[in-house]
């Protein structure tokens, strides 16, 4: 009789061991179940605000020849950088301010060749006026997407003066009675010999450029330039005359004159 109870009592204590045991099995399994849910939902959402939070990303800023950071009044200033955006580019935006006091500004937007992609390299050279005051600068290059995200880089620029570059005297245009022949005049002078001069014409959506090597122009280290230029399908309006002299060093100025075809 004895030995009856105490069996049943072992299998009794087996039965409620056996039962917590599955309890706590069931409870582990919903636990983990529960941080596996949580885990997962936590990784998605952090993976969203990731996404979201993306900007485009500029790198490699290269401002002047090697990164110098040195450009010249009359010359142009290599600016150049990579971009990557996940939600594509809408706009390029580059700034040029003095550090101090006035001078030379720039603010351009530029979108074409660069909107809709993910990934391009900018890459301009900038005319800095004949004018322009010499010291230092600060450039920022922008970089807006088409979720409205912008991300920047700033760098510097210090605008010295460079005897060797070109230079020009009694620049002038004028555009005749019939609205056809532009004439462009000036005294020239490079002290490391011409290799080309350029007449951009610009201005009401038209755009042409000239081109002059001629025999009695290049290598010259002085130049009485006079030419015609025929702008016949220039529509009317406002237009821009750059004269660009091009040195045999690869040194460049760039000089700018107006005019208005009625």
Known sequence: MRLRMRCMAESTT????????TSNMKHNRLIA??????????????????ADLSAPVITALEIGPENNKIAHPGGDVHVEALITATSNIESVTLEINPKSGSGWKLNTVYTEGFAGLK?????KHVDVPADAALGSYNVVL?????QGKESKVESTLDLQNDPSLPSQTGFEVGLNAAGNDL??????????KIAEILVEIHGNGWEKEFSYKDVNIVGQTSYNFHKHMDVTAAPKGHYHVHLKVVDQAGKSATFEEHFDKP
């Open 119 to 123: 990934n391009a390299e900018f890459h």
């Open 33 to 50: 179940g529960f941080l596996l849910i949580a885990a997962t939902f936590g990784a998605c959402k952090k993976d969203d605000e990731v």
């Open 14 to 21: 087996k039965i409620k061991m056996k039962t917590k045991t």
């Open 183 to 192: 004439h462009a005049e000036a005294s020239i002078t490079a002290p490391n």
């Open 142 to 146: 922008k970089v807006r997407d088409s």
